[in-house]
């Protein structure tokens, strides 16, 4: 490792570490002769397997981006390949990644990352338009640096390569999953400009909604259109987003001239002065941690005071004498939760204000304002699990929400089933994560993501020709669910009964393939028949709805005698 206070080439003086990866370690480093300050690169011989190939890998690396020179993109200044090491000297990017903004902040003001967009829109279109065009592959969070003049840099060409015309596919499969096109995984055709295009908006997506389009994300939201996850944000922003991530290169932004267009006719777009807002809304966020450590000085050092406003404001919110409106019982559970993010009391009693209405068991009633509230659950998981021994209560709360989104969120599209088990799918997998094995709601998370996760994909099986066997567990999971029905308000049971009756109506054949009984399936009709003529309900929709149920049921008992 290059040593602190030493001298590289005769010219660039080390002044200390500022980062380290698997590979290399970087260092600031100053030439003072010029009075300037580099970033310094170290690979080491001895410090990486196949060290000739990671070399190889550099040089190209510097090859492309000496030939680059855009005010988004750090210049190349030296290269020196030592015996024992190969390093790189380039532009010092002061800031830090959008990742870490987003890791600090949650989700992005919309405002902001359409104007980062455009700059990067405009990276792309530089690299893609030189001869040959560069085709940068990687695009996401972490490797766009945030400058303190509000302004961005793109970093880590080590994915990037020149378009071969002609090529069928990449020799080589890189990116980052989540945030990678279809084509990067191999198999599936040649990275192209449209690539860039859609890892530009699975990158948005995550700015702007605090989610990354991950399996591994806490929790994961897929790629549903950004709306479902915050209503404020704009329309044309989202169909933005949808076209730049469609599956089939076709399908998308062909160039990012034709993006640029639709980018600049957001109607969020930035005021004049953006730069400096952008600047002081991180700068502002920063004096905001301050400020607080001053408030709480000032109110005593026992900080008896702020728990006390904590604690009031809770109280308030769950006081349900009060003539207080739903929203303002919400937003004095932000407040709340602003206070203390690491305390579950403010999470539970939002949850319960947002699910405490009277029309709650009998109809969807978790719109999707109130729906964008929950996103201050997930983003506060680490600070809450934290801040308990026992993560327990966190587990349930987790469970709650996913089986309130499951049974009462009525989006803006309204309440189609799919919508709402995709949406509770990563509460349940987090749920489960945090529950302890004994745990009545550990069984029950479980239970309800594989249901959730089988609806969701099973159909994808079957036109793959890859769904045998597939029905005899979901038929085990279908009567556990079943069975647990009974301690359900009337209205969670019919959506319950109706998926069970619906999948007998759509899989009879196919269960009785894998194993399930005639009897069993009659069974389980004959259940949800008992139950269901003995439901009263007071809106009129859900009678039509449980009579629709009832009739179905006859459809699928008719259907499962042909096969006995």
């Known amino acids: 490792m290059l040593e602190i206070g030493s001298v590289l080439d005769g010219k660039y003086k080390i002044l200390n570490q500022i980062g380290k990866g698997g590979m290399s370690v970087v260092y600031l480093a100053m030439n003072e002769k010029a009075n300037q300050q580099w970033a310094v690169k170290e690979v080491r011989k001895d410090g990486v397997r196949n060290y000739e190939i990671v070399k190889r890998g550099l040089v190209a690396e510097t090859d492309i981006l000496k030939k680059l020179n855009h005010p988004h993109l750090p210049r190349i200044i030296d290269v020196i390949d030592k015996e024992d090491s190969f390093v790189i000297v380039m532009d010092y990017i002061e800031g830090n990644s959008l990742a870490k903004a987003l890791e600090e902040h949650g989700a992005l003001p919309e405002e902001y990352v359409v104007f980062w967009a455009k700059q990067i829109c405009d990276v792309l279109q530089y690299l893609h338009t030189r001869q040959p065009p560069i085709i940068y592959r990687d695009l996401k969070p972490s490797n766009i640096m945030l400058k303190p003049d509000g302004n961005i840099s793109i970093i880590d060409f080590g994915t990037a390569r020149e378009f071969k015309a002609g090529n069928v596919k990449d020799t080589i499969t890189l990116g980052t999953e989540g945030y990678a096109a279809p084509e990067q995984y191999g198999n599936q055709g040649q990275t192209d400009p449209r690539t860039d295009i859609y890892n530009l908006g699975a990158t948005i997506y995550h700015l702007v909604t605090g989610y990354t389009p991950h399996p591994s994300a806490e929790p994961y939201h897929g790629m549903v259109p950004i709306r479902e996850i915050n209503p404020s944000l704009s329309p044309e922003l989202e169909r933005i987003i949808l076209k730049c991530t469609r599956q089939n290169p076709r399908d998308r932004y062909q160039d990012c001239v034709e993006l640029m267009y639709d980018l600049e006719h957001v109607d969020d777009v930035p005021p004049p002065g953006a730069v400096r807002k952008v600047r002081t809304f991180f700068v502002t966020a920063g004096l905001c941690v301050v400020m607080a450590l001053a408030a709480t000085l000032c109110l005593g050092i026992s900080g008896s005071q ?168 979901y038929w085990t999971d279908l009567t556990q669910m079943v069975e647990s029905a009974s301690t359900e308000t009337d209205y969670a049971q019919l959506q319950i009964y109706r998926m069970a009756v619906n999948s007998i109506i759509k899989y009879y054949k196919q269960f009785s393939n894998d194993g399930v009984s005639v009897s069993d399936m009659l069974a389980m009709l004959d259940e949800a028949e008992s139950v269901l003529s003995q439901m009263s309900f007071n809106s009129e929709s859900n009678s039509s709805a449980c009579q629709d149920v009832l009739d179905s049921i006859e459809t699928a008992r008719k259907n499962v005698n042909l096969m006995g």
């Open 306 to 473: 702020v728990t006390d406003t904590y604690e009031s404001k809770i109280e308030e919110a769950s006081d349900g004498t009060s003539s207080l409106t739903n929203t303002e019982r919400i937003t004095l559970c932000e407040e709340a939760i602003a206070l203390d993010g690491s305390t579950i009391d403010a999470y539970e009693t939002l949850l319960n204000v947002i699910s405490s209405t009277e029309s709650y068991c009998e109809d969807a009633n978790i719109t999707s304002a109130e729906f964008s509230k929950l996103s201050l659950v997930s983003k506060n998981i680490t600070a809450i699990a934290n801040n308990y021994e026992d993560t327990t209560a966190l587990g349930e709360l987790l469970y709650d929400t996913g089986h309130a989104i499951w049974f009462y969120y009525l989006s803006s599209e309204g309440s189609d089933e799919e919508m709402r088990m995709n949406q509770a799918l990563s509460w349940f997998e987090l749920a489960a994560k945090y529950l302890p094995e004994d745990n009545q709601y550990y069984t029950l998370a479980n239970l309800y993501y594989n249901i959730a996760d089988y609806n969701l994909h099973i159909q994808t099986k079957i036109d793959d020709d890859t769904d045998k066997g597939e029905y005899s567990s």
